[in-house]
């Protein structure tokens, strides 16, 4: 499969099933929740997906607040892409978060909100600790690459920013440090598309999850845990603890050149 191809139908037929039995392994895995890395009580923005709102994002939401930290929701409704409200709301709730706390929050995103995530990162540096992104496409060629497309472009007249392709074209890496969580399962996105360039404070992380389950599969949310736990002001390479190396594949590099456009 090259990148300019989208997730196969059978993945993307089964994602409400599989996303169905990522929440039984979630459900399964609750009493390994104790051994999660405790949180330091820093802000975190959780940002849903397309189509989505907070109510995605509860349990991820529960999981981390459990854990120490001070978490918050994005209170815009339903995600229907960059609308007036969505851009001008997201930004007053950052700078809010930001002015209430005194500190910098750390910013997660599933899908079309790691974008977001993303796009704040580069405009408020100093609010944001660190981004991370599940199945996040942001490195999007073409529209063919992702299931939602279609959906997403009868919203585009509500919308005020252009999302032209390619979405990130490889370039300059974010200011702050940067997680992608993606899935070779992705049934809704090509699991390329999601690939951030590793570098010194850049990295990806697999998991074994559907699009519509990595808000709440245990890989991803012992990931996620992971990453925030870190001391501000440092960084250093995931690596899963030796009984949970079975749920975490090697991650994948970035392709380059012609057969990766």
Known sequence: MTRGDGPALPLYLS??????????????????????????????LVLPGFMADDASTRVLRATLRRLGYRVHGWRLGRNIGPTPACVAGMRDRIADLSDRYDRPLSLVGWSLGGIFARDLARRTPESVRQVITLGSPFRLTRSSQSRASRVFDRYSHLHVQDRSLPLEPDGEPLPVPTTSIYSHFDGIVHWETCLETPGERCENIAVHASHLGLGHHPAAIWAIADRLAQPEGTWAPFRAPVFLRPAFPRPDVPRSGPAAA
């Open 15 to 44: 994602e409400p099933g599989r996303a169905v039995a990522d929440y039984g392994l979630y459900l399964a895995a609750r009493p390994l929740l104790p051994r999660l890395p405790q949180g330091d009580g820093h802000p975190v």
